[in-house]
């Protein structure tokens, strides 16, 4: 098996399509890429992402169809690059229902369909039909019994019409002059209204959204139906790894892991699994690893100041209430439980009547079922468990919901040994349901109400946790090169809800709370945003990534307001209240008292992020795992949540920015960002031409008085040395007397190319290697050709 020594992640669009990527491959080879990392790419329903797969039968003709494919692939391997496709197996894109054939069939024939057994329906909650939520407030009958308007059937065409909408029309149902609605009720689907699918939807789908029903590849059929062209990719070698979507909402990601390896030989496979903090990846999954989250988050709270939680916790108003005259806010798990509720009782309430409707069917029943459900769902500290594997969170999730609801002990107790046994069907639903609860309760909702210090609130991260200290970093590192060498580390993705250089920005304000307590108080007289939370979370992102255009600007508060849910929704929007959100944003642009703050705050962040974000990429790209980059991120990239982090590249920019490093200039660190492609280029090539250096993982030691602001570990044949807290390393005077013990041996930096003696008692100057760069690699010299990227 072929193990990539770095990946570089390209978002394919229509219009980015395989053959733009192709054209990029030449260039992406000089950077040091050794494998490139695809998006979906199979037939989608013409999403800028892709994982709406309508048919997995087919290469997208939109991102170029087979041909593009097989020559980007080949192309790819040509320069000795591998390819990594990302695929889709929990779900399939079904919102237009004619693009997918076999949702297609089962809207026609019912449950005796070809493919039903594919779809994870509940035909017995639907009496025998397929619900469908697609019923606007406009058609809704006012009373039980009328028409619901806009129906047409179409005879000659064999369908039923609902707008633009069409829905197969079975067998034998037309065969007289009945009205539409009659028609629509001989169907083996059912029109309801948009809002009943949340609590009467009868099919799986991914999270809330009910246009990507669920698909069961936990049946050996469905498996080799939706895989036959992914393991032909695999087979006729166009295709060296995997990157697996979402296994969380399969029924058995074990089980699914080994076919999958059965199916591939074992070829090079990483999960898309999200990992709290303190949890590992399940030693029995035939997996290299993860996708990365775990890392990104060591990353950013070990360049995070401890010193600035006491003062962001209690001055900023993220802590304070909406409703000066409210109650008092709540603390991270408090918040976290609250919207898990707001979840298991709202958007994912028909998943919690599936999960029960199985209880019930198992002889287990009781008033307060669906209560004891929601509880146990809103206590889940991990997306989920694997059974028997991680038992001992079911049982934690028992305890906490028991503190928070003594009054459901008893329903508790009646169903938790159901939920703990492995093969219940019950079970297995609850598995499948507690991760889309974290999903939608967490990443997409509480991230967005706390808004102390927003670097942190990254998939997989818990943001109450403000920073991990050099003992810890290296702790975590060397878990990863003895448990995961080979599973990816990150720092951007196309999930991200901010980009790194965002969050390298914004961890400064973790040196700096007072000021932007300050500037935040003063925003807030000047171009308030009448709710606390979300009005220091669009600051922190207008400063983050400043300067940036008005639009995009504007996507994101309203993205973040209706996430949040407080005084707005996706749902329910409150027009004045998102109206005096986007007043605030454009302030930024058209009041020069407001832009002045603004600017004023990001002249003095602007150095110390960039010190940052060198440091967070110098460090994740030489740590132990598999480094993934980024489209476009090895320059400067202000990226915010998607749909904003898919935004095309300018590879043109970048192609003459490395023609430049590889020639042999040294840029200064600057608006460029031609410093940053520098380290990543040197990175690429060292992990890519010189393996022999990364064997190993050990903290270097640092003395002298700023110590604490080094982040320095070996290797093997590499060490990494990267400035952490440059603020406080500035006020205190810079690196004056701080030295690093070298080992014995010749080291070059393969940054400024200066070579340093090692095995001096006395050290090596941390200020005099740190000249240049924030950062500095030092590669051993002698043995192997040396590669740098000059």
């Known amino acids: 098996m072929r193990i990539p020594k770095s990946t570089y992640r390209l978002q394919l669009t229509p219009t980015f399509t395989l053959w733009h990527a192709r054209d990029e491959l030449d260039y992406l080879r000089r950077l040091g890429v050794d494998w490139v990392y695809l998006s979906p790419v199979l037939e989608s329903a013409g999403s800028p992402h892709g994982y709406d797969v309508v048919d997995p039968t087919r290469i997208d003709e939109a991102r170029g169809g087979a041909d593009g494919f097989r020559a980007f692939c080949e192309h790819a391997h040509a320069l000795g690059l591998g390819v990594l496709v990302d695929i889709v197996p929990n779900h399939m894109g079904v919102g237009v229902p004619r693009e997918n054939r076999w949702w297609w069939d089962v809207l026609e024939n019912g449950r005796d369909a070809e493919h039903a057994p594919f779809f994870d329906i509940d035909w017995d909650a639907g009496e025998g039909r397929v619900l469908l939520p697609v019923i606007g407030d406009e058609d809704m009958p006012r009373e039980p019994g009328a028409p619901i308007g806009s129906l047409v059937v179409d005879r000659e065409a064999g369908v039923l019409r609902y707008h633009d909408n069409e829905y197969p029309l079975a067998p034998g149902t037309t065969d007289d002059d009945a009205d539409a609605n009659a028609v629509a009720e001989r169907q083996h689907y059912r029109l309801i209204h948009w809002r009943q699918g949340d609590f009467k939807l009868n099919y799986r789908r991914f999270f809330t959204v009910t246009s990507l029903a669920g698909l069961r590849v936990e049946d050996a059929r469905v498996f080799d139906a939706t895989h036959a062209e992914i393991v032909r990719w695999v087979r006729e070698g166009l295709v060296d790894g995997l990157r697996i979507d979402h296994p969380d909402g399969l029924r058995d990601p074990r089980g699914y892991l080994d076919r999958l390896a059965e199916a591939t030989g074992g070829v090079y496979t990483v999960v898309e699994k999200i990992l709290e903090p303190g949890e590992s990846l399940p030693r029995s999954w035939r997996t290299d690893g993860t996708t990365g989250y775990d890392a990104l988050g060591e990353v950013d709270r070990v360049l995070t100041d401890p010193a600035g939680e006491t ?56 008033p307060e079922i669906v209560e004891a459900v929601s509880e146990l769902l809103a206590n889940f500290r991990v997306y989920r468990t694997y059974l028997p594997e991680g038992v001992e969170h079911l049982d934690e999730a028992a305890e906490d919901a028991r503190s928070w609801r003594p009054d459901l002990v008893e329903p508790i107790d009646r169903i938790l040994p159901v939920l703990r046994r492995a093969d219940s069907p019950a079970a297995l639903r609850f598995q499948q ?185 110098a460090v994740q790209l030489t740590m132990p795992g598999v480094p993934d980059v980024y489209q476009g991120s090895e320059l400067w990239r202000s990226l915010l949540v998607d749909p904003d982090n898919r935004r095309p590249v300018d590879y043109q920019s970048r192609e003459a920015a490395l023609a430049a490093v590889l020639g ?127």
């Open 664 to 790: 042999g200039a040294r840029p200064p660190v600057d608006e460029s960002g031609a410093a940053k492609l520098l380290v990543t280029a040197a990175c690429l090539l060292l992990r890519r031409e010189r393996p022999h250096l990364f064997t190993t993982y050990e903290p270097i030691a640092v003395r002298g008085s700023a110590a604490g602001n080094a982040i320095a570990f070996s290797r093997g044949g590499l060490i990494t040395l990267a400035t952490r807290l440059p603020v406080a390393l500035e006020q205190g005077g810079g690196w004056a007397g701080t030295v690093v013990d070298l080992p014995e041996g010749r080291w070059v930096d393969q940054l400024t190319s200066r070579a340093y003696d090692g095995g001096d008692p006395a050290g090596v100057s941390v200020g005099a290697l740190l000249a240049d760069y924030p950062v500095a690699l030092l590669a051993r010299s002698g043995g192997a050709a040396e590669t740098n990227a000059g």
């Open 311 to 366: 003062v962001l916790v209690q001055g900023s108003p993220s802590s304070a209430s909406p409703d000066p005259d409210g109650p008092a806010p709540e603390p991270w798990p408090a918040l976290v439980h609250h919207t898990k509720r707001q979840v298991t009782d709202g958007p994912l309430r028909a998943e919690v009547h599936r999960i029960t409707r199985d209880l019930v069917r198992e002889g287990v029943d009781h």
């Open 433 to 617: 349901t507690s991760g889309m609860v974290m999903a939608k309760a967490v990443e997409d909702r509480a991230f967005y109400r706390y808004a102390r210090l927003t670097s942190l609130n990254e998939v997989g991260g818990d943001p109450s946790a403000f920073a991990i200290s050099l003992d810890e970093f290296h702790a975590h590192a060397a878990s990863r090169f003895a448990n995961e060498p080979n599973g990816l580390t990150t720092l951007t993705t196309h999930d991200t809800k901010r980009g790194e250089d965002v969050r390298a920005r914004l961890d400064v304000l973790s040196e700096l709370p007072e000021l932007w307590e300050e500037t935040l108080a003063t925003l807030d007289a000047v171009a308030p945003i009448p709710d606390a939370p979300l009005a220091s979370l669009v600051w922190q992102a207008v400063v983050g990534a400043w300067p940036i255009s008005r639009e995009r600007l504007h996507a994101f508060a309203e993205k973040a307001a209706r996430e949040a849910g407080a005084r707005t929704s996706w749902t329910l929007p409150n027009p004045p209240f998102e109206r005096a959100v986007r007043e605030a944003v454009d302030a930024a642009f058209d009041r020069p008292v407001v832009s002045g703050i603004i600017t004023n705050l990001v002249d003095e962040l602007r150095e110390p992020g960039w010190s940052n974000a060198l440091s967070a990429k």
